[in-house]
């Protein structure tokens, strides 16, 4: 763990319950300012709900989760946004009854120095040439992009991705992941959830695994090599 | 007598001119039961309550505090809007998270409390609402004779109509309206209030409501029961434009008032019945609606 950094996340004791299912039970992490991070496991380990209790989305969160230094668990969901965090669903999350344009200007900003709609054009310049169709008529990698795009243009550093390769053509993955390395040397932090650990793990300083609604184990980006055979049976790949 | 092909134009016309005025209530009434059921998924029955509470709003001001008819088109509408933000924050939010057909209850229970509360006050049999002076009489065409009043009504919800459908399909406010009403927890992840946007918006539903009742006092008679009377076929409507469409609840309301009229004129007998024939066509071949989306 990097103590040096400033601390951008911290979650202790968290648990989370939708309607009568108790889905996290007790989760601890922190990430610091300009880490990459991944969660890891296999499906329904209780990844994308981190994300969703993040971001107050589940049914009932109990615990404590700190962003950029203020207690956000008794907060009205929309407000937890404005600390500057961005939130990107497995699902994409793109409106049908939005053109492109319109689903990219649609997040509020929630801090002064987004990346400007220039520069968004520039880095993805389909987005530009499809600006007025309709946004879910884009292909899934062009989806994915405007999801991404979307948030970044609202100023979030704090960014939430729940499993952004899914499902998309490796050439687009791999365009994905430059773009995250980018993101990182500017000094955004990621929490990111990943099926493709092979996307992962070049790129991220650290992995949390993830099991029935625990963290089971915690590798460093140097000790990958080591605990393969690990992670092998955690994720029974 | 004008007439073509054995058609007397005076009495086509002059059905035709009652069609479009009963469709452009039809109108604003859907277009507030669309936009409510969009971003809340509740069928607000109390709509028709409202309606009639709009016109009674116009009819008290004149008698007791002597807000003529303009003032009124302005001031009920802000009234009704601010009781339907009422109904929301108080009724309606406390049992969101249930099933919606308590919320759709609800709405019945007010629609009934309200309409038993008038019919108390002011008995069944109807008050009359003069039409204002400056629109008075009307113009000679060369097919029939035009009351100012009545062009007044459609020109006026036609207005209120378009900009409504223009500021949901075209602005900033609406993509919020339009991206809540596909999904609502994601606006909400996104930092917009939610919550407050329902409040304003069922608010506004209303107001719609509230503006076709104060346009209606003076060609309708003001009663308990104008507001239950119109709702039926106003929900026959909604269920043939297809739920949740602003565009299609506009031109369906529309299009149902000129259908009704023409029937008037050419077999009278199925005039109160034509729309609910539309329906069931509808329902048969096309079950989301002309304009809606197949679930």
């Known amino acids: 763990m990097s103590t040096t950094r400033p601390e951008k996340i911290r979650i202790n004791d968290l648990h989370a319950f939708y309607g009568e299912s108790h889905i996290l039970h007790g989760i601890d992490m922190s990430i610091g300012q300009g880490e990459l991070v991944t969660l890891l496991g296999r499906n329904g380990a209780g990844r994308s709900t981190t994300l969703k209790a993040i971001m107050s989305m589940v049914g009932r969160r109990t615990g404590s989760i700190v962003i950029n230094g203020t207690e956000t668990i008794n907060m009205p969901?929309?407000?937890?946004?404005?600390?500057?965090?961005?939130?990107?669903?497995?699902?994409?999350?793109?409106?049908?009854?939005?053109?492109?344009?319109?689903?990219?200007?649609?997040?509020?900003?929630?801090?002064?120095?987004?990346?400007?709609?220039?520069?968004?054009?520039?880095?993805?310049?389909n987005l530009y040439e499809r600006r007025f169709s309709q946004g879910t008529r884009l292909s899934g990698g062009e989806q994915q992009m405007l999801a991404l795009a979307r948030i970044l243009?609202?100023?979030?550093?704090?960014?939430?991705?729940?499993?952004?390769?899914?499902?998309?053509?490796?050439?687009?993955?791999?365009?994905?992941?430059?773009?995250?390395?980018?993101?990182?040397?500017?000094?955004?932090?990621?929490?990111?959830?990943?099926?493709?650990?092979?996307?992962?793990?070049?790129?991220?300083?650290?992995?949390?695994?993830?099991?029935?609604?625990?963290?089971v184990e915690q590798v460093h980006a140097h000790e990958l090599k080591a605990k393969t055979e690990l992670l092998n049976t955690y994720l029974g790949v | 007598m004008a007439t073509f092909l054995g058609i007397n134009l005076f009495g086509l016309f002059g059905q035709l001119l009652v069609g479009?005025?009963?469709?452009?209530?039809?109108?604003?009434?859907?277009?507030?039961?669309?936009i409510i059921f969009g971003l809340l998924k509740i069928i607000n029955f109390a709509q028709g309550a409202i309606y009639m509470l709009g016109a009674f709003g116009a009819y008290l001001g004149l008698q007791y505090l002597g807000i003529g008819y303009w003032a009124a088109l302005i001031v009920v509408p802000l009234v009704v809007g601010l009781l339907g933000i009422l109904m929301e924050r108080f009724l309606i939010r406390p049992i969101a998270n249930?099933?919606?057909?308590?919320?759709?209850?609800?709405?019945?229970?007010?629609?009934?409390?309200?309409?038993?509360?008038?019919?108390?006050?002011?008995?069944?049999?109807?008050?009359?609402?003069?039409?204002?002076?400056?629109l008075k009489g009307g113009?000679?065409?060369?097919?029939?004779?035009?009351?100012?009043?009545?062009?007044?009504?459609?020109?006026?919800?036609?207005?209120?109509?378009?900009?409504?459908?223009?500021?949901?399909?075209?602005?900033?406010?609406?993509a919020y309206l339009r991206a809540g009403t596909e999904n609502a927890a994601l606006m909400q992840a996104f930092g917009i209030n939610v919550p407050l946007m329902v409040t304003l918006t069922f608010g506004f539903g209303v107001a719609l409501a509230g503006f076709a009742g104060v346009m209606a006092a003076p060609?309708?008679?003001?009663?308990?029961?104008?507001?239950?009377?119109?709702?039926?076929?106003?929900?026959?409507?909604?269920?043939?434009?297809?739920m949740g469409s602003i565009g299609g609840a506009?031109?369906?309301?529309?299009?149902?008032?000129?259908?009704?009229?023409?029937?008037?004129?050419?077999?009278?007998?199925?005039?109160?019945?034509?729309?609910?024939?539309?329906?069931?066509?509808v329902l048969l071949i096309k079950p989301a609606g002309l304009f809606g989306k197949e679930a």
Not at chain 1, 178 to 207: S, Y
Not at chain 2, 104 to 132: D, E
């Open chain 2, 219 to 242: 060609v309708y008679s003001v009663s308990p029961d104008m507001g239950s009377s119109i709702l039926i076929v106003v929900f026959a409507i909604v269920v043939i434009g297809g």
């Open chain 1, 77 to 125: 969901a929309h407000k937890i946004a404005h600390l500057g965090i961005g939130f990107c669903p497995e699902e994409r999350g793109i409106f049908s009854s939005l053109n492109v344009e319109e689903n990219l200007m649609l997040p509020p900003a929630v801090r002064s120095d987004g990346v400007s709609v220039e520069e968004i054009y520039e880095m993805f310049p």
């Open chain 1, 153 to 215: 243009r609202t100023g979030a550093n704090i960014l939430l991705l729940d499993e952004i390769t899914e499902g998309l053509a490796p050439v687009i993955v791999q365009k994905l992941a430059e773009v995250l390395m980018a993101l990182k040397e500017r000094g955004l932090t990621i929490l990111l959830v990943e099926q493709n650990f092979r996307f992962a793990a070049p790129i991220a300083d650290r992995h949390y695994v993830m099991e029935h609604g625990h963290i």
């Open chain 2, 20 to 34: 479009l005025i009963n469709g452009s209530f039809y109108a604003l009434l859907s277009l507030g039961l669309a």
């Open chain 2, 250 to 281: 506009i031109i369906t309301g529309l299009g149902m008032g000129i259908v009704e009229g023409l029937t008037k004129y050419f077999y009278p007998e199925a005039s109160n019945t034509v729309i609910f024939l539309v329906m069931v066509i």
């Open chain 2, 98 to 134: 249930e099933d919606h057909l308590y919320s759709l209850l609800l709405t019945f229970g007010v629609a009934l409390v309200l309409q038993g509360l008038f019919t108390h006050m002011f008995g069944s049999s109807g008050l009359s609402y003069a039409i204002p002076d400056a």
């Open chain 2, 139 to 174: 113009t000679k065409l060369p097919f029939m004779y035009l009351p100012s009043y009545r062009a007044w009504i459609i020109i006026a919800s036609l207005t209120v109509c378009f900009a409504t459908w223009w500021m949901i399909e075209k602005t900033k406010l609406g």
